[in-house]
């Protein structure tokens, strides 16, 4: 059979899914975000080399940290591709991103399909399953705003469906490849390396272990040489640690940030609504979102509980049920934020497919109604969340400019009080517009005495661009005071409706259901007057 029969065969025996996947390619094609969560943007500038991300948790810290926009501690992998891309192919470090959690989407789809067919799922039902995943909200938005997580879910579930392999056949190569996609996909985010934990403990028990101990001790030694190299040894020749106490203050950086921390039955009550969140995108003002998240909650408990008793081989049967515990523990253990939405993302595909598990063995015209549940899903998300988002225009949303005399060397600083809304203008100023000669100051993350340093800067920085988001008072004091001669450029504001700013966090809206976006541009008179 040549190579083209063989693809229209497979696409013809998988057409369920393969027009699952066209649909969602051609979505991701149509409808990008016009505005991202701020996370893509500092990350994108950070890569480019015009923006230090370690600079806010060197304020958090009251340390200096190592510049880490090239290799971030806890997700290394994907800053390190981006930046070769960026340096060797000339590729914006946002374009990237979005290609890679497209093809990353694509492929872990894939692996997740393969998966469901090992599970004895029906291909349409395996189909339906994948598309459920996809249609969520947070399957959408690590696609449309997404960071590192969807490359390091697609990587963790080709590691899975090589597990699976494994029990199922026994081959020491299926072994070694579900141990090299896991470390990759950790690698790529740190969080991902839990799904070692419930696979490594079936892993043990699935044959006598006296029979394949060195097989085991290869695969584990490949996981942990590849991890030691990507999260210890590297950072410590790449950024020159002297102790262990730097290495700590620079891997463990969201420990220090000033952040709300929950406990007991709140942290229970915000992880179940930033799970209902993952699902369903649910606009400001939305009632009864407590009943709605038990109401899941409970869904999904009665399906573990179903699938427990389900005619699946025992081995890959428990890899699934175990995949909740370890998460939950480690999430508890670091005292990780509940309320992060894309930290859900890993546990969803593991959810979604319990729980249609459960509701296709309920009745036998249960998969007809399934296969309904995917496009209403997707039709909500898209209507609340990401529609919205997408028509709205460019320059309604970036504000930055400056006069056409202006040249791209000139120093701009940006004074930033709202990182959700002034993150995106320094990557437009200087990916988009190629501004790039960027000093940035922080009162929004606890630096206090911004002023100073505002001050050593623009003596040192003649002809600089002053760009604020707030206290504009205060600066044109500032200005005053050093005898320069300013005029404002830009004075824009809009209201913003909180439902069209992506958040990589839930956010409960108990305020205003807006947001004042602003940005003030002050210049020197001579760049006006030429």
Known sequence: MTNAKLVISVVRDHRHLTIVLAIVLALYLAFPLQLQSIEPYNYAAAIERYYKDSIGFSLAQGENLPDFGRYHPNHPLGHVLAGWAYDWLHIPAMAWMRFMNMTASLVGSLFFYLILLQL?????????????????????????????????????????????????????????????????????????????????????????????????????????????????????????????????????????????????????????????????FTPAGFKGTELYAGLLILIICLAFSRFYRAQIQRHLKAIILLMPGPWIALYVAFSARPDALLGWLFLLPFFILVAVKAIADLHRRAKTYLSFIPGCLLICNLVFALLPNSLQRRDNIFFFGLPPAAPTSVPVAFVENSPVFTDPEIWFAGSELGFRNQMHFFPCCGENNYFSRLKNWTRKNPGFVLVSDGNEFGLENLLRSEGLHYVRWIDRRAKWPLDLVPSTLYVQHIASPWNEKKLIIWVPENLVRY
């Open 120 to 280: 004895r799922f029906s291909r349409g039902l395996s189909a339906t399953t994948v598309a459920l995943f996809l249609s969520t909200y947070c399957g959408l938005f690590t696609i449309f705003s997404g960071e590192w997580h969807m490359p390091a879910l697609a990587l963790s579930l080709g590691g899975v469906w090589q597990a699976f392999t494994y029990v199922v056949e026994g081959r020491k190569r299926n072994l070694y490849a579900a141990a090299l996609l896991m470390a990759f996909g950790a690698s790529y985010h740190l969080g991902a390396s839990y799904f070692m934990i419930p696979v490594g403990i079936v892993l043990l028990f699935v044959r006598p272990i006296h029979e394949r101990w060195r097989e085991i001790l290869i695969a584990g030694l490949l996981i942990f040489i590849i991890l030691l190299l990507v999260y210890f040894v590297i950072p410590f020749i790449l950024f020159g640690f002297r102790s262990a106490e730097e290495f700590l203050r620079t891997f463990l950086i969201y420990k220090y940030l000033p952040i709300t921390r929950y406990e007991g039955f709140v942290w229970l009550s915000v992880a179940a609504r930033t799970l209902l969140q993952s699902v369903i």
